[in-house]
């Protein structure tokens, strides 16, 4: 494992010179749609290797009854197949978020009825394409699936006078990103 971590941060590195390089700025519209202020920053090294980094936040009260405050950042190192930022790609990713949320479903972890404090942390793999749109835009479409760890304190929803609040941890495999972003890129 070391050894493939150990080849995987140098052939990242290798192109990394002193000629300025691409970077690109994102937004996901997926995360638009619910309301998540969200942006992403992503830069080249060399011809097939990128880094991306996007962060994401939402701080309200879905409605008087749901909450889904959380934070969320989502680094990913990212092999394009043909030329950075052109075609598909294949990536990995990590993630680290800390939420808030109550009486909403998701990822088979929370559950309505109930309200979650705490974090997550995990990784996976993702498969993307980017569609060039114009010199400086593209439209990316991006999926992957992998491992998330959580963390919480969970109780019941709507709290109660005699509410009582446990420490719980479960594990999830499955989806862990998804994405159709509009994309700028700053030459």
């Known amino acids: 494992m070391n050894k493939l971590l150990l080849i995987f941060l140098t052939s990242l590195c290798i192109g990394i010179g002193v000629k300025a390089q691409v970077v690109a700025v994102k937004t996901n519209l997926l995360y638009d749609a619910t309301a998540t202020v969200n942006l992403g920053a992503e830069v080249a ?3 097939h290797w990128t880094l991306d980094i996007s962060g994401n ?3 309200w009260e879905v409605a008087s009854d749901k909450s889904w405050k959380h934070w969320l950042v989502q680094p990913e190192g990212r092999y394009w197949l043909h030329e950075k930022f ?3 790609y294949f990536g990995v990713h990590g993630i680290y978020m800390d939420y808030d949320m109550s ?3 998701f990822m088979s972890v929370m559950k309505k009825d109930f309200a979650y404090d705490g974090n997550a942390y995990g990784g ?3 498969y993307g394409y980017q569609l060039y749109l114009s010199p400086r835009w593209n439209l ?3 999926a992957g699936v992998g491992f998330v760890h959580f963390e919480y ?3 019941a ?5 005699d509410n009582v609040s446990a420490k719980y941890r479960n594990n999830y495999f499955g989806p862990t990103k998804l994405g159709v972003s509009i994309t700028y890129i700053i030459k």
Do not use: L, R, W
């Open 45 to 47: 090294f060399n011809k």
């Open 57 to 59: 936040y939402n701080g």
């Open 86 to 88: 052109n075609g598909h």
């Open 103 to 105: 009486n909403v479903n």
């Open 124 to 126: 996976g793999i993702s």
């Open 140 to 142: 990316e479409f991006s």
């Open 153 to 155: 304190d969970k109780s």
């Open 157 to 161: 929803f709507p709290a109660t006078d």
